[in-house]
């Protein structure tokens, strides 16, 4: 795994520089274009060019069940991740509709769904295991596991890559995975369970503090782990978790701007900057997800999001709506 800790590209100022001048020369106000007019600078940063793109948007969706569903902390059963895949690659899903919006290409993981799909379009298969361990039991998966979930997260990226891509979004799908989530939220940045633990797929008061209790016995039992980020994803996370930490900072390591969408894909980009603190640079939080705690990590991480729709459904959702607004700044900037 030493590929995780090897550095982003160091970046040339002066593209920096030769945004904010362009941005003084447009016919507007100084500044009258607010956030659209930091976002083209940051662009042009990123991607190293003094005209930057927002056009050929890649979406990867990861997808993987969790042990933890055992435990009743879900709405929906778990056979709903097979469910939703399916609705995925028939068009049905909202980041479906998103992708074709934003004439992105869009293709689904499956890093570890219990159910097994059989091969189709728009279906990368590489199964780490039919779905994690209980994690309030035993860990979640093993270190073998980890690596190759990271790994689906690298290859990912190096798809996109290979199609040109200006702009990454990763997304996740998997039923329970916002008690993973909340486990992580606190173990990493010190928070009791009920400033972390939501409704997820709509659960209800009770169904929270069912939720909020099984939180309270994963973080007892790995306790150990003390502040490695990497162990507390190998005890508790999902496969797709771990291979959204793994596509975040393959994608900083090649200078790919990322838009990150809520919840679950923040966690996991507060992972990544954990381990790999560079790549907070190439992060573009979407949106404030109506979950708890996802304000936490933007004040963490110092972040600003460039939506507050109250949205919570995953997929990668939030992050292709937040795409108009960038191509919006990218064009206004270049035109």
């Known amino acids: 795994m030493d590929w995780i800790y090897k550095p982003c590209p160091q970046r040339d100022t002066s593209f920096k520089q030769k945004a904010v001048q362009r941005q003084e020369q447009l016919t507007k106000p100084p ?39 055992e435990e009743g902390v879900s709405a929906f059963p778990q056979e709903v991740t097979a469910q939703m895949v399916v609705n995925f690659l028939n068009s049905g899903a909202a980041i479906s509709v998103l992708a074709k919006q934003q004439n992105a290409t869009l293709e689904i993981i499956d890093t570890g769904i219990a159910s097994e799909l059989p091969e189709q379009d728009g279906l990368i298969v590489q199964r780490v295991a039919a779905g994690t361990n209980n994690s309030l039991k035993q860990e979640a998966m093993s270190k073998e596991q980890l690596e190759s979930a990271l790994q689906a997260g690298y290859d990912a990226v190096e798809r996109a890559l290979a199609r040109h891509t200006d702009v990454f979004i990763g997304g996740e799908m998997g039923i329970a995975n916002t008690t993973a989530a909340s486990a992580l939220y606190c173990a990493l940045l010190g928070l009791d369970p009920q400033e972390t633990t939501g409704a997820g797929t709509g659960l209800d008061a009770a169904g929270i503090a069912h939720k909020t209790a099984v939180i309270s016995g994963i973080l007892k039992r790995h306790q150990k782990c003390g502040n490695d980020t990497l162990e507390w994803l190998r005890c508790v996370a999902g496969f797709e978790i771990v291979a959204l930490v793994g596509a975040y900072i393959h994608a900083a390591q090649k200078g790919l ?37 996802h304000r936490k990590v933007l004040e963490i991480l110092q972040q600003k999001a460039l939506l507050d729709l109250g949205m919570r459904l995953g997929e990668g959702s939030g992050a292709a709506v937040a795409v108009s607004l960038i191509k919006s700044a990218v064009a206004l900037h270049n035109q």
């Open 31 to 69: 500044g009258s274009l607010g956030r659209l007019e930091q976002l083209a600078i940051q662009f042009a940063d990123l991607q190293q060019t003094q005209q930057p793109s927002a056009e050929n948007i890649s979406i990867a969706i990861f997808a993987a069940d969790h042990g933890i569903a």
């Open 257 to 293: 701007p990322i838009v990150v969408d809520g919840f679950i894909s923040s966690l996991a980009a507060l992972c990544a900057v954990r381990i790999q603190p560079e790549v907070n640079d190439y992060l573009i939080f979407s949106h404030v997800s109506a979950e708890k705690a």
